[in-house]
């Protein structure tokens, strides 16, 4: 179905280049010899003839909009919510190697430590707790 929309929609898309390529330019400075068009100047000069163009215009403008909206909520549709950490699944080990144990407590930097195969550095002294004063 999106592959026969795509094509209906660059259809519509190259004649609306035609039919605005086919309107006689009405005035600006770029025309070439002062007639406004060049040798094409009396291809399309008829009233109806200019009315039918921009009916054209419009109606093709119209259905643009609507195959790219179409196209639009095609593609969102078929695609499901991802989140960022999906794509962050941990990489299988090599063959013949031991997968790492998952850490278990500790802070960051002995966690890492842990992961490398290195024995974490002696732990930091606390502060002592406070004793209660004695009487």
């Excluded at 929309?5 to 605005?20: D, F, N, T």
């Excluded at 998952?102 to 992961?115: C, F, H, I, K, W």
Aim: charged fraction near 5%; charge should be positive.
């Amino acid at each position: 179905m999106q592959t026969v929309l795509i094509i209906v929609h660059l259809i519509i898309v190259l004649a609306l280049i035609g039919v605005v390529l086919l309107q006689r330019s009405e005035g600006g400075g770029m025309g070439l010899g002062g007639s406004g068009g060049g040798g094409v100047s009396g291809f399309m000069t008829g009233r109806g003839q200019a009315n039918a163009l921009t009916r054209a215009t419009a109606i093709l403008a119209g259905l643009f909009f609507v195959t790219s909206i179409a196209l639009t909520v095609m593609a969102t549709s078929t695609r499901a919510p991802r989140s960022i950490l999906d794509g962050a699944a941990p990489a299988a080990p090599a063959p013949g190697q031991q997968a790492p144990a998952a850490p278990q407590g500790g802070n960051v930097l002995e966690q890492l430590q842990r992961l490398q195969g290195e024995q974490p550095a002696a732990p930091a002294p606390s502060a002592p707790a406070p004793t209660a004063p004695q009487q």
